[in-house]
T-cell receptor, first 115, second 110 residues
Framework: EPEVTQTPSHQVTQMGQEVILRCVPI?????FYWYRQILGQKVEFLVS????????KSEIFDDQFSVERPDGSNFTLKIRSTKLEDSAMYFC?????????????FGEGSRLTVL | KQEVTQIPAALSVPEGENLVLNCSFT??????LQWFRQDPGKGLTSLLL?????REQTSGRLNASLDKSSGRSTLYIAASQPGDSATYLC?????????FGTGTRLQVFP
């Protein structure tokens, strides 16, 4: 069964460093998303991406964050100058038709620990 | 602003019981509602998707209902098994982004 894959599964970084989280969405999907979950809290929307541009972003997704689809398969989340409060599980998701009518499929997550 | 609440926060039951997990949301103008399962330290597994025009969806021992006008959904799990132990999340889609509840942590013991 097709699945969303994410790497790395766990990354530890020092505060102020840049981090890139990678995702390979399901191959025929056109809509891509990043969500995050701080330990013990709700899963929160970060950003949606369609047709090579951001569709919507949350208040959390400030200038520190960026997303990119560098080739036909990867979808990346870059966090510049990480802060302690960026420690969380980051989930990538994809959808064939978009969330309004389509089901979202999530990856296993990348756990980011900022020291 | 859409708020999603799940009750109960935690549930511990013996194997074989039929269960009802509740989800409520404040803004009824949703596109769809999705139920997920999350195992500890793992990703989100989609269980059921209910479009706003639908009343319920079924998959195996799972049945989810949606009453959009009252802002409620229920997930019914029949004949629960220890393997059902996980956190169950509901999420509503207003504008192509999911708003999640805090989840119901379910433990089914043998």
């Amino acid at each position: 069964e097709p699945e969303v894959t994410q790497t790395p599964s766990h990354q530890v970084t020092q505060m102020g460093q840049e981090v890139i989280l990678r995702c390979v969405p399901i191959s025929n999907h056109l809509y891509f998303y990043w969500y995050r979950q701080i330990l013990g809290q709700k899963v929160e929307f970060l950003v949606s991406f369609y047709n090579n541009e951001i569709s919507e972003k949350s208040e959390i997704f400030d200038d520190q964050f960026s997303v990119e689809r560098p080739d036909g398969s990867n979808f990346t989340l870059k966090i510049r100058s990480t802060k302690l409060e960026d420690s969380a599980m980051y989930f990538c998701a994809s959808s064939e038709t978009g969330g309004a009518s389509g089901e979202l499929f999530f990856g296993e997550g990348s756990r980011l620990t900022v020291l | 602003k859409q708020e999603v609440t799940q009750i109960p926060a935690a549930l511990s039951v013996p194997e074989g019981e039929n269960l009802v997990l509740n989800c409520s949301f404040t803004d009824s103008a949703i596109y769809n509602l999705q139920w997920f399962r999350q195992d500890p330290g793992k990703g989100l597994t989609s269980l059921l998707l209910i479009q706003s025009s639908q009343r319920e969806q079924t998959s195996g021992r799972l049945n989810a209902s949606l009453d959009k006008s009252s802002g409620r959904s229920t997930l019914y799990i029949a004949a629960s098994q220890p393997g059902d132990s996980a956190t169950y999340l509901c999420a509503v889609d207003n504008t192509d982004k999911l708003i999640f509840g805090t989840g119901t942590r379910l433990q089914v013991f043998p």
